[in-house]
Every structure is written in structure tokens, then in C-alpha cells.
Nanobody, 116 residues
Framework: QVQLVESGGGLVQAGGSLRLSCAVSGSIFSINAMGWYRQAPGKQRELVASITSRGRINYADSVKGRFTISGDNAKNTRYLQMNSLKPEDTAVYYC??????????WGQGTQVTVSS
């Protein structure tokens, strides 16, 4: 299993930037893919960005060109750089690890609030 701890959320004005971090520990070599998800009040959790162990990256259409998923293997940390933030990006952001054996692990989430 793995443990995921997100950080970096906060309050930012529209047009601003934030970088979220997801610190990963545990069985990191059994991770098949990692992703960032978000859930706004009253809405379903949705995929924001994901990256597979082979480096394949996928973004939600709503964040393409504004958000970038990346990682630092030496620090066992994955990042989500968020630029040109909009009020509709306000949500709790979660990090998820999908293991090679099909189990998902989630972090506790970090709140991102974008004011207009």
C-alpha cells in the first residue's frame, strides 16, 4: 500500500497560481498511475490530470493549457502546477495512486479557493 499527503492548497485570486504537492510513501514501485482529482461542493469528483508509470499524461479539457502534472522521483512527490486559476477551479483537490494490482489509494485532500 501507499500513503499520500497533499499540500499546497490555499486562497488565491483569479488569474493567480498555486502548486499542489503529493508526497508518496510506501510501495511506490507498485504504482501504475497517479492522478489529481477535484471535488467542488455539490458536484462529483472529477479527474484533473493523470500520469502513468510510462509517462502518459492526460488532462481534463477544462484545465488544458493551464495545469501541469509533474513529479520528482528523488523526492517521491508529484505536483500539480495550476496557473491562470479561475473561480470554477475552486474545489478540494485529491491525489490518487492506482496500483499495478488494481487498488486505488487517496490522499486526504487540500482545499483550493479561487476568488473573483
Amino acid at each position: 500500500q501507499v500513503q499520500l499527503v497533499e499540500s499546497g492548497g490555499g486562497l488565491v485570486q483569479a488569474g493567480g497560481s498555486l502548486r499542489l504537492s503529493c508526497a508518496v510513501s510506501g510501495s511506490i514501485f507498485s504504482i501504475n498511475a497517479m492522478g489529481w482529482y477535484r471535488q467542488a461542493p455539490g458536484k462529483q469528483r472529477e479527474l484533473v490530470a493523470s500520469i502513468t508509470s510510462r509517462g502518459r499524461i492526460n488532462y481534463a479539457d477544462s484545465v488544458k493549457g493551464r495545469f501541469t502534472i509533474s513529479g520528482d522521483n528523488a523526492k517521491n512527490t508529484r505536483y500539480l502546477q495550476m496557473n491562470s486559476l479561475k473561480p470554477e477551479d475552486t474545489a478540494v483537490y485529491y491525489c490518487k495512486a492506482t496500483m499495478t494490482y488494481g487498488v486505488d489509494y487517496w490522499g486526504q485532500g487540500t482545499q483550493v479557493t479561487v476568488s473573483s
